[in-house]
Nanobody, 127 residues
């Protein structure tokens, strides 16, 4: 399995921006898809965005479309999440995850398929 480490979280006012990074190490050759999930206090962990390695196919949950952008730098095994126009409801712990196989628009959103997870980074958006 790969080891994932997130960074870039913090406190920002509504309307502001943050850029999250996730660096993968270890068995990175097995990574086919990487994604961001988030978990707000007392709620389930939910899908935010995903990107397929080498193909660049991206998926987003509806609530972040037009505001968030996922990208990757395959050479360094790093995935990014650019978050613009942040809203208080975006407040959550954001987790990076990896999948060893490619996925569809439906299966990419299933957290049960992801085999490695980072420790999470807190994003807090104040109103």
């Amino acid at each position: 399995q790969a080891h994932l480490v997130e960074s870039g979280g913090g406190l920002v006012q509504a309307g502001g921006s943050l850029r999250l990074s996730c660096a993968a190490s270890g068995r990175t050759f097995s990574i086919a898809n990487m994604a961001w999930f988030r978990q707000a206090p007392g709620k389930e962990r939910t899908f935010v965005a995903s990107i397929s390695r080498g193909r660049g196919i991206t998926y987003y949950t509806d609530s972040v479309k037009g505001r968030f952008s996922i990208s990757s730098e395959d050479a360094s095994n790093t995935v990014f999440l650019q978050m613009n126009n942040l809203k208080p409801e975006d407040t959550a712990v954001y987790y990076c995850a990896m999948l060893t196989g490619y996925c569809t628009v439906t299966s990419c959103q299933d957290r049960r398929l992801y085999t490695s997870w980072g420790q999470g980074t807190q994003v807090t958006v104040s109103s």
